[in-house]
């Protein structure tokens, strides 16, 4: 989910989707989604874009952009590394595996790599546990994953 440019496109289309939805006082996740879908995250413009459109004060959607670990008000890489740290996942290894993906790529949980193409972030679970400690890239997932699994992996997302 990389950032991209906060261009006049991009606005003309979330305001195309808000226009679309029938009932606007209740879409506020739903369109918080869709911006974060378009622009890659929820930058002050695009929240007060959304809060003009919808009618709604600012403090309400930063409240619900801060609340919810899914949005961000941060750009993130081309590709996200979420580590399992629930329970099942922790007893399982998973700090090891969330410090070596940091070590590798000289980042701390949170960040971006300079040149936009990691972040690095955890989650509570992934409702996986059978595969106990897990990596999610994206949209993929990697079960059983062990320290020496870690180079493989940032490999194939480095092309």
């Known amino acids: 989910m990389q950032a991209v440019e906060l261009n006049q496109e991009l606005f003309d289309e979330l305001e195309r989707y808000i226009d679309s939805i029938e009932t606007k006082e209740t879409a506020l996740i739903e369109v918080l989604h869709q911006a974060q879908n378009l622009f890659g995250y929820l930058p002050m413009e695009v929240q007060l874009f959304i809060g003009e459109k919808l009618n709604v004060p600012a403090s309400k959607i930063y409240g619900v ?24 996942c922790f ?5 090891s595996i ?3 993906f940091e070590k590798r790529l000289s980042i701390k949980t949170g960040e971006t790599t300079s040149n936009g193409m990691f972040t690095i972030d955890c989650l509570r679970c992934v409702g996986a546990c059978g595969l106990a400690p897990v990596v999610m890239v994206n949209d993929e997932v990697y079960g059983k994953v062990k320290v020496e699994d870690i180079p493989k992996i940032i490999a194939k997302y480095s092309e």
């Open 65 to 88: 952009v801060s609340f919810y670990s899914y949005f961000t008000t941060k750009p993130k890489g081309k590709n996200v590394i979420n580590v399992c740290t629930g329970t099942a």
């Open 98 to 100: 969330v410090k070596e």
């Open 91 to 95: 007893v399982r290894n998973a700090e």
